[in-house]
């Protein structure tokens, strides 16, 4: 079974400023792990993944995400929020291999990015 | 345009009433899901098809069907509409064995 921790349903920075969104996961086999975006009244876009190759992986809009295996965590960030960053985030996983699963996407709680002038 | 679409993009019915709301995509994927985001935006897994074959089926009320005539599309069928079933509706398609998904923009269901 897998499942995915989201820490603070909502963060807010100030245009500029470093942007951090915490994910911690757990995983019965070594995981795929997903940051997507939602603006509002939209469907899900796919900021990055990580699939077992490279531990730091970078994504769309310059975000970018670390996979730590000894912490369990896949944060994102992005080193300088711009006001058309302000969304929803979902960090997700899945298991692959797993039988019967059908790869499916087990979704944190989402974390409300809000930017400030 | 490539993309995962989703029909209707909006759903206003009563409750008791019976609704489908139909998802095609044109990736040349052979997986197809559903999910559910409901007002507080959880993200949860309804259904998954591979190849037109039912391969994943989460604790979801029987009232919901999905059906698959083609690998290319995947309907949702709700029947005797409840409060509760107010959320959004997304589909997804990835290619079996590849690990991302994506997703369609949504249906947004309000049931009065």
């Known amino acids: 079974a897998q499942s995915v921790t989201q820490l603070g349903s909502h963060v807010s920075v100030s245009e500029g400023a470093l942007v951090l969104l915490r994910c911690n996961y757990s995983?019965?086999?070594?995981?795929?792990l997903f940051w997507y975006v939602q603006y509002p009244n939209q469907g899900l876009q796919l900021l990055l993944k990580y699939t077992s190759a490279a531990t730091l992986v970078k994504g769309i809009n310059g975000f970018e995400a670390e996979f730590k295996k000894s912490e369990t965590s896949f944060h994102l960030t992005k080193p300088s929020a711009h006001m058309s960053d302000a969304a929803e985030y979902f960090c997700a996983v899945s298991a692959p291999g797993l039988t019967g699963g059908g790869n499916k996407l087990t979704f944190g709680t989402g974390t409300q990015l809000k930017v400030e002038l | 345009d490539t993309a995962v679409s989703q029909t209707p993009k909006y759903l206003v019915t009563q409750m008791g009433n019976d609704k489908s709301i139909k998802c095609e995509q044109n990736l040349g994927h052979d997986t197809m899901y559903w999910y559910k985001q409901d007002s507080k935006k959880f993200l949860k897994i309804m259904f998954s098809?591979?190849?037109?074959?039912?391969?994943i089926n989460e604790t979801v009320p029987n009232r919901f069907s999905p059906k698959s005539p083609d690998k290319a599309h995947l309907n949702l069928h709700i029947n005797s509409l409840e409060l509760g079933d107010s959320a959004v509706y997304f589909c997804a398609s990835t290619r079996q064995g590849e690990e991302t998904q994506y997703f369609g923009p949504g249906t947004r269901l309000l049931v009065l």
């Open positions: 098809y591979n190849n037109k074959e039912l391969i």
């Open positions: 995983s019965s086999v070594p995981p795929y």
